[in-house]
């Protein structure tokens, strides 16, 4: 399975959960602006999910392609060594793929590519193979 979600790539990762005081206690929570990037994501996964979830060790590619600033040098295709860092930005991904239904538990991601440039046209790549049993997860360790 492959597909391409056009937008501009969130930059907020999962990672910037906040922490509060309420009634003297801490906790944890989500910034608004870490909300709409979830939800954005969801909203385009959803059009994408499987008709049956993945049920075996898959590798997942993952291309985050994101717009050129207006005036900088970068081009199409250039590696972007930028923040956010790509684990960041995958942590968030496949928590709402798990959400969506894309696999029961996003411990089936056994073999991850993840790479992230600058491109004319924004968004964000996924390819998603099932992994061989002779190949499988389990048998590679």
């Known amino acids: 399975m492959e597909f391409f979600m056009s937008m501009i790539p969130p ?3 999962a990672q910037e959960q906040k922490t509060g005081i309420r009634n003297g206690k801490p906790y944890r929570y989500d910034p608004q602006e870490l909300l709409e990037a ?3 994501l969801l909203a385009f996964l959803n059009k994408k999910k499987p008709d049956t979830p ?3 060790g898959v590798r997942l590619t ?3 392609l994101f717009p050129i600033p207006a005036g900088s040098k ?3 295709g250039e ?3 930028t923040k956010p860092d790509t684990d960041n930005l995958n942590k968030m991904l496949k928590d709402c793929m798990t959400k969506c239904g894309f696999w029961k538990d996003d411990a089936l ?3 991850e590519i993840i790479e992230k440039f600058w491109a004319l046209r ?3 790549y996924i390819r998603i193979e099932q992994i061989d049993e002779e190949e499988d997860c389990e048998t590679k360790r």
Do not use: A, E, F, Q
């Open 11 to 13: 930059t907020v990762t």
């Open 38 to 40: 979830r939800s954005k």
């Open 54 to 56: 993945y049920t075996n």
């Open 62 to 64: 993952v291309k985050w």
């Open 74 to 76: 970068h081009y199409d």
């Open 79 to 81: 590696y972007r060594i």
């Open 109 to 111: 991601v056994c073999s």
């Open 122 to 124: 924004p968004g964000i």
